[in-house]
């Protein structure tokens, strides 16, 4: 795991944050695809890492194939899990993919075990940056998202992206920070900019290989900061 200098705080379940010690060091996670066909989510646990980020859907088409045996595997090793989904904002509104996504995996409970949700907000691997979508209306698809996910599971789902996606896609829009936790990508040996509305991150996406599989994710703070995080107190 590599190490680095976090800040301060970390994203708690609420809208504000909660003061930690400081840390050199996060506590290890990943997260996975049905890329990863077969993990050893035991060896993962062995090895220090302590949740995992699984996805679940992309746009309305598609239910990840290796889901279900990944959620299962990473609930049998004792990891804390959540799903994801992969947004395409240019193929239906944020409260159509909200609920596909709920409806397939994405749900969150106050079990101390899962995470919320998370959406995935990168660049289109097929077409426009952006989805050929303004700043402005962006925005209102990253809300419609999230406050579908919030009506329906109690909080606001985390949000993935870089700081230069936000930036070019939001127009670095500053009204998420209080109430959807940051993952952000960012693959470097310490953080160099996060977008604008948060100050810190929640988890950070380090690198883009994990020895487990997957991607590597530090969460920012303890591993009872984490647990805390799970239960939405």
Not at 74 to 90: E, M, Q, S
Not at 110 to 139: F, I, Q, W
Not at 170 to 194: C, E, K, N, R
Request: with cysteine; hydrophobic share 30%; glycine share 12%.
């Amino acid at each position: 795991m590599k190490t680095t200098l976090f800040s301060l705080l970390i994203a708690a379940g609420t809208a504000h944050a909660t003061p930690l010690e400081p840390r050199a060091s996060g506590v290890q996670g990943f997260d996975i695809s049905s890329y990863q066909g077969s993990v050893d989510f035991s060896a993962a646990y062995a090895a220090g890492a302590r949740f995992v980020i699984i996805k679940a859907t992309e746009g309305t088409t598609y239910i990840d194939s290796s889901f279900s045996s990944h959620y299962t595997g990473a609930t049998n090793a004792g990891l804390i899990r959540g799903g994801y989904h992969f947004a395409h904002p240019d193929s239906s509104s944020g409260a159509t993919q909200a609920n596909y996504f709920l409806a397939h995996g994405g749900g969150w409970s106050a079990d101390g075990r899962t995470l919320p949700g998370m959406v995935d907000l990168e660049y289109n691997p097929s077409g426009s940056t952006c989805y050929g979508l303004s700043t402005t209306a962006m925005v209102s698809w990253i809300k419609d998202f999230g406050e579908t996910y919030q009506s329906s599971t109690g909080r606001y789902p985390m949000i993935y992206t870089t700081a230069d996606w936000w930036n070019t896609c939001t127009g670095d829009s500053t009204a998420f920070g209080d109430d959807y936790p940051l993952v952000l990508a960012q693959y470097s040996s310490s953080i160099s900019s996060v977008p604008s509305g948060w100050p810190y991150q929640s988890i950070w996406q380090n690198a883009d290989s994990y020895t487990y599989g997957g991607d590597s994710d530090l969460w920012n703070g303890s591993e009872g900061s984490l647990q805390t995080f799970a239960t939405g107190s």
